[in-house]
């Protein structure tokens, strides 16, 4: 017997500057099974502390082979986004990450409900989201930090400067 469909949606109104980011990391190397749950641990520490903005915060599996696992977190807005990603911990641990990625790969995608959609790929050898259709290039000058890829530059620097990164 046919069950009609519960069909149901939300009023986002409250949430006009609403972000929703997809992260993952993934397992490159035998050796990056390691790396991958030391930052599973560092991550479930940081939720818990309920960063200011942080709507939500869900694990998402997306595949087993290679190990591809990681989150989908919904902020409040762009600068609490980047308020928590500027801070520390985090900005030590991406710094870190970003000097040795330790036999992993990691990568994000951001939209924004205001318009614009961004992502960043460290280290992932096999293209996968936009990287799919949209082509990859490298993340250097006005694509090295995410709110300049999401064009709002009036935002501040990056996390980490490319200074920061390749002259460190």
């Not at 460290?122 to 694509?143: E, H, N």
């Amino acid at each position: 017997m046919p069950t009609r469909v519960n069909r149901q949606t939300v009023d986002l109104s409250a949430y006009p500057d609403l972000m929703v980011l997809y992260l993952g990391m993934r397992v490159n190397r035998l050796y990056g099974i390691r790396t991958f749950f030391s930052f599973g641990r560092k991550i479930s520490e940081s939720v818990a502390g309920k960063p200011d903005g942080l709507l939500l915060h869900e694990p998402v599996y997306y595949s087993f082979f290679p190990m591809n696992m990681g989150m989908r977190q919904y902020w409040r807005d762009l600068p609490s986004l980047l308020a928590f990603a500027r801070s520390e911990p985090h900005r030590e641990w991406w710094l870190d990450f970003l000097r040795d990625s330790g036999g992993t790969g990691f990568w994000h995608e951001t939209y924004s409900i205001k318009g614009g959609m961004e992502a960043v790929y460290d280290d992932v050898p096999k293209s996968l989201g936009f990287g799919r259709f949209a082509g990859i290039r490298r993340a250097r000058g006005p694509m090295f930090g995410s709110a300049a890829r999401l064009g709002r530059s009036d935002h501040g620097s990056p996390a980490l400067t490319e200074t920061d990164l390749y002259e460190s």
